[in-house]
Structures are given as C-alpha cells and as structure tokens.
C-alpha cells in the first residue's frame, strides 16, 4: 500500500503545483482590483478542489481495496477511504502553499524534492527502528507515517481473522507475524487520525497565510 500512498501524493501535488502557479497571478490581479476578499476565495478554492479528490481517490480506492482482496467490511473500507482522502487534502494544500511563491518550474521542482523526506521518515521504506536514533523524532512529523501506521490498522487491526493461504506452510498467514515484520509500533489507531487531523488543519491555514503574505509582498513592490 506503499503505492496507494504515493500515487496519491503526487496526482493531488502535482496538478497543484502545475497549475497554481499561473492561477495566483490571476488571483493577485483580481485582488488588488477588488473584485473579492481573499478569505472567500479561500474558501471557495478549497471546496472546489473537494469534488475531484474525492473522486480520484474513490475511483483509486475502489480498484486496489478490491483486486487485493481486502476484507469487505463497511467500516474498514470507509476508514481506509478516509485516511487516503485527508491524506490527499494536505499533499494538495503543499502544493497550493509552493505554488503561492513560485513559478511553475520552481514549483514542480520543490514539490518532489520535498516529498522525499516525508517518505523517508514515513517507515515505509525502511522501518521505524532501522532509521538512525538521531533522526527517529523527525517520524513524528512525516504525516505519511501516520497514513501508512493508520492503513495497517485499518486493513489487519481490529480483531482481523488471519489470511487464508492455499499452501501447507504460510509464515505470514498470521496477521501477527505480518505486523512484527513491519515492525509497527503498537500506538492506537485515533492517535493516527489525530495526527493527520492536525496536519490537514495546520496546511490549510497555511495556504491561507501564505497567499495573504504573498499579497503582502506584492503590494510593497
């Protein structure tokens, strides 16, 4: 599911970073006219943006939940779908905040260098406790790690029977034994949605300061 994640990420951060670009110097032309207050076009900004996301993901939740063969269970589908969607929401509040002070260029370029530490940080590629003690704190602050911890709950916590496997011997039949190979830290599952509760609001109030400051600059020059 690695690449749920990741496909999320950058279908939700790139267009954000391609686009908005261009759209801000509209948007600051349109301001110092006073055709509108910033704040309502925040907001109408960002409800534009819900019905795509919420699309892409379901249509991309709907292919990989099934053709993996997930557990068919209301709350486990609606949870996954939740954590993809909020995951979406702040790689495209990243790329809304980038794109408030770059071209277009710049803009694309930052957003994938940047993701890359998220990932790194996230356990996703590496486990929690391979990553030196040094940088573990920096895990905490990936929002990536709190998707992934959150789909492993989704997917084989709650009281999960084990995997059916058609051969005589299966090692990781057992959801334990898949779990301790992931190393995943034994945290609640609401402590996952907190995390990414508090990320999705910190980035979208930062689009908002970041276009205000960007307005700012603008209207110094």
Aim: hydrophobic content about 50%; glycine content about 4%; charged content about 15%.
């Amino acid at each position: 599911f690695q690449i749920v994640l990741h496909t999320i990420l950058f279908i939700t951060i790139g267009p954000a970073a391609v686009i908005y670009p261009l759209e801000s110097a509209a948007v600051l032309r349109e301001y110092r006219s006073n055709a509108y207050a910033l704040l309502p076009y925040c907001l109408s900004k960002m409800l534009i943006e819900i019905p795509l996301l919420v699309f892409n993901t379901t249509i991309l939740i709907a292919i990989i939940y099934w053709s993996t063969s997930q557990p068919m269970e209301l709350y486990r589908i609606f949870w996954f779908w939740a954590i993809c969607l909020i995951y979406g929401w702040i790689a495209q509040m990243w790329g809304l905040i980038l794109g408030c002070f770059y071209d277009m260029a710049t803009t694309v370029f930052l957003a994938s260098i940047s993701a890359i530490p998220v990932i790194l940080f996230s356990g996703c590629l590496m486990t929690i406790d391979a990553i030196p003690a040094l940088l573990r704190p920096l895990t905490y602050v990936s929002f990536e790690r709190y998707a992934f911890e959150g789909y492993l709950h989704v997917l084989y916590g709650f009281g999960r029977e084990d995997m059916e496997c058609p051969e005589i011997f299966c090692y990781y039949k057992k959801i334990s034994k898949y779990l301790k190979a992931l190393q995943m830290p034994v945290i609640d599952f609401e402590y996952d949605l907190l995390g990414l509760g508090v990320w999705a609001s910190v980035m979208t109030v930062a689009f908002y300061f970041c276009l205000k400051r960007r307005v700012n600059m603008q209207d110094k020059v």
